[in-house]
């Protein structure tokens, strides 16, 4: 079980699972860019969403693929959290540091 809100670790996990299904199409290509070892059967993976306190499945179970658009949504409100630290940051060293 992996908790995270890190587009990179998901993206990572998409990867792997992608892998796996190009895999069964494209063997020994496909272990070529990532090894076999560590392909990951979307069969055995969940992957959810929490909001406004409900769990929603974000892996579509007919590609055997993370919803990308999820993907990119932790990617932008995790720039929208920096950006509004920076602000904040600007904001102190132009009128708080007086």
Same mark, same amino acid.
């Given at each position: 079980m @992996? +908790? +995270?809100h890190s587009p990179y670790i998901l993206s990572? %996990?998409?990867? *792997?699972?992608?892998?796996y299904n190009m895999g069964k199409i494209e063997g020994?290509? +496909? =272990?070529k860019i990532i090894a076999k070892e560590y392909w990951l059967n979307? =069969?055995? %993976?969940?992957c959810y969403s929490f909001e406004g306190g409900t769990? %929603? =499945? @974000? *892996?579509?179970?007919? =590609?055997? *693929? @993370?919803?990308?658009e999820k993907i990119d949504s932790v990617s932008r409100l995790m720039g929208e959290e920096f950006d509004q630290l920076l602000a904040l940051d600007v904001e102190f060293n132009n009128h708080g540091a007086n």
């Open positions: @992996i +908790t +995270t990572s %996990v998409n990867n *792997l699972m992608y892998a020994d290509k +496909t =272990e979307p =069969e055995d %993976v969940s769990a %929603v =499945e @974000i *892996l579509n179970r007919g =590609e055997g *693929l @993370i919803n990308t």
